[in-house]
C-alpha cells in the first residue's frame, strides 16, 4: 500500500507564499486521483483541489487563482503552489489518493473520510499571520 508523506508547511504572513509536498512511497496508482484537504481549527474537513493527471484539476472557489496543484509522477510527488496566502488558509493540510468516480471528483465528501478509497497523509500544519 502506498504512503503519503506531507511537507513544506509552516508560518507565513498574510500574502505570502508556500510550496507543500506530497510524496509516495512508491508509484501514484494508475488511474487514482490525488488531491489535498485542509482542515481549519474547530472545523470540518475540506477540499482545497483535486487532480487526475494532465490539466483535469478542479479547485476550491476559495483558492482558485492563488493555488496551484501540480503533480510529477517521475518523483511519485505531488505540490501545492500555494500565493497571496489569507489567514483564513489557516489549518493542517493533507494528500490524498482516492478514486476519481463520480461524486468523488465532483463533491468534498468528507462526512466520511474513508469514503472514496481515500488514503491520507499524516498533514502538514500552514499558519497564516494577519
Known amino acids: 500500500q502506498v504512503q503519503l508523506e506531507e511537507s513544506g508547511g509552516g508560518s507565513v504572513q498574510d500574502g505570502g507564499s508556500l510550496t507543500l509536498s506530497c510524496t509516495a512511497s512508491?508509484?501514484?496508482?494508475?488511474?487514482?486521483?490525488l488531491a489535498w484537504y485542509r482542515q481549519p481549527p474547530n472545523n470540518k474537513r475540506e477540499r482545497v483541489a483535486i487532480?487526475?493527471?494532465?490539466?483535469?484539476?478542479l479547485y476550491a472557489d476559495s483558492v482558485k487563482g492563488r493555488f496551484t496543484f501540480t503533480r510529477d509522477d517521475a518523483k511519485n510527488t505531488a505540490y501545492l503552489q500555494m500565493s497571496r496566502l489569507k489567514p483564513e488558509d489557516t489549518g493542517m493540510y493533507y494528500c490524498?489518493?482516492?478514486?476519481?468516480?463520480?461524486?468523488?471528483?465532483?463533491?468534498?465528501?468528507?462526512?466520511?473520510?474513508?469514503?472514496?478509497?481515500?488514503?491520507w497523509g499524516q498533514g502538514t500544519q500552514v499558519t497564516v499571520a494577519s
Open positions: 487532480t487526475s493527471g494532465g490539466t483535469n484539476t
Open positions: 490524498a489518493l482516492q478514486s476519481c468516480a463520480g461524486d468523488c471528483w465532483w463533491k468534498d465528501l468528507t462526512s466520511d473520510l474513508s469514503s472514496c478509497g481515500r488514503m
Open positions: 512508491g508509484v501514484f496508482p494508475n488511474g487514482a486521483c
